[in-house]
């Protein structure tokens, strides 16, 4: 097992990489390019100069998060085939440039929620993203958006203007969409880009639903044990893995963590974790 911490990039992280390099025992970064929206391809030169800039500061970078999934595919729409196939290109450029596990949602519009990203603590000034489940169900979708283009100050992935510009759209579109149907839509992604996974010697780790609930009347239908379990089984192979984040599935109390480890670190699907509190 390797430690490694989370890097939003250069410019749109306010931690350089050499205050992570002197972290006792960390090995590396879990890197991102949030630069590109979901479906389309990460070209191969773009990854290569930044795992070459992440490598020259003593880092490795073997795990990459927010390959995002396009809604079509989440939504089972007929122009999905083309993005698995740019998903699939992308998975090779990673791979190329020695990337192993891919972490990536199946969340449908929203990647994760808060409704504050910048709370303050009281007690020592400091600040923390916050999630208060009585304030959002007053606020609307769009609200949110807009709170967080207004506070945060950088892009965040899965906050891509460009990906919410037509939200409205992409909300209607999800009505009758049933977490059956979700999870059907769910196998025919990985259908299509695990076996390339498998092909190149990367692993595809899910991330769970963030908080652990569906919110705004969206199906989904990775937040349990049991909906992981479920996730595993779609299909049998070690490049079908979970990224178990520990603050995602913690919001929930009735999730036992250190069971959900364990379970799936049996079945060897536990390809990395994200350790954080709730
Ligand atoms: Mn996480």
Same mark, same amino acid.
Request: glycine share 8%.
């Given at each position: ?27 590396g ?35 990459i ?9 989440? %939504?089972?729409l ?57 304030? %959002? ?5 769009q ?51 695990i ?65 959900i ?18």
């Amino acid at each position: 097992m390797k430690m490694t911490f989370r890097w939003y990039g250069e410019g749109n992280d306010p931690i350089p990489l050499k205050y992570i390099k002197q972290i006792p025992n960390c090995s590396g970064i879990m890197g991102v390019l949030d630069q590109y929206a979901a479906g389309e391809v990460w070209p191969e030169d773009v990854i290569g100069d930044y795992v070459k800039h992440v490598n020259a500061a003593g880092l490795e970078v073997e795990v990459i998060e927010s390959v995002n999934v396009h809604e079509d595919i989440k %939504l089972g729409l007929p122009s999905r085939d083309r993005y698995i196939d740019n998903y699939r290109h992308t998975v090779r450029n990673l791979a190329k440039h020695g990337i192993k596990v891919i972490i990536y949602n199946f969340m449908p519009v929203f990647d994760w929620l808060r409704t504050d990203l910048a709370r303050e603590i009281p007690e020592d000034g400091s600040n923390s993203l916050y999630y208060d489940e009585q304030e %959002l169900l007053g606020m609307t979708p769009q609200m949110i958006v807009e709170r967080t283009a207004e506070t945060s100050g950088f892009t965040l992935p899965g906050w891509e203007p460009e990906r919410l510009a037509d939200l409205d759209r992409v909300m209607k579109l999800y009505e009758g969409v049933s977490q059956t149907q979700l999870l059907e839509n769910f196998k025919y992604f990985l259908e299509g880009v695990i076996p390339t996974c498998e092909e190149v010697g990367v692993r595809l780790a899910v991330h769970p639903d963030d908080p652990a609930w569906p919110i705004f009347g969206l199906p989904r239908i990775v937040h349990t044990k049991e909906q992981l379990q479920a996730i595993v089984d779609l299909v049998d192979s070690p490049a079908n893995s979970l990224c178990v984040c520990t603050g995602s599935l913690g919001s929930n109390p009735a999730n036992d963590i250190v069971d959900i480890l364990r379970t799936f670190s049996e079945q060897g699907r536990l390809a990395c974790a994200h350790v954080r509190n709730v």
